[in-house]
């Protein structure tokens, strides 16, 4: 049975630091992509940051250049650093994870009807 399992969110000023990690088990494709998505009272869920097994990247315009996604696969564990936060940048954060056809060489998609897998969320509030 394929868990994610988030962890490091919180409250932190505007400029603050976070990083959030996502622990994931039961998981054993070789190709796949994962990424972080995040979803504020009243409004859609978004993808915010993605990545391939190939390690290929996707970012939303709103963060490049502040977060970064990163895995470890020693730890089966996904990350998301997110830097110079933003009182925008508030809400809860999701990881998910899908399988990838072994020919996969895009770039991993953003959209959430791309992802099977998804965690339980984590807050992040950003204060001005």
């Known amino acids: 049975q394929v868990q994610l399992v988030e962890s490091g969110g919180g409250s932190v000023q505007a400029g603050g630091s976070l990083r959030l990690s996502c622990a994931v088990s039961?998981?054993?494709?070789?190709?796949?992509?994962m990424g972080w998505f995040r979803q504020a009272p009243g409004e859609e869920r978004e993808g915010v940051a993605a990545?391939?097994?190939?390690?290929?990247?996707s970012y939303a315009d709103s963060v490049k250049g502040r977060f970064t996604i990163s895995q470890d696969n020693a730890k089966n564990t996904l990350y998301l650093q997110m830097d110079n936060l933003k009182p925008e940048d508030t809400a809860m954060y999701y990881c998910?994870?899908?399988?990838?056809?072994?020919?996969?060489?895009?770039?991993?998609?953003?959209?959430?009807?791309?992802?099977?897998?998804w965690g339980q969320g984590t807050q992040v509030t950003v204060s001005s």
């Open positions: 990545i391939t097994s190939r390690g290929r990247t």
């Open positions: 039961g998981f054993t494709y070789s190709t796949y992509y």
């Open positions: 998910a994870a899908n399988r990838a056809s072994y020919w996969y060489v895009g770039p991993p998609p953003m959209r959430t009807l791309e992802y099977t897998y």
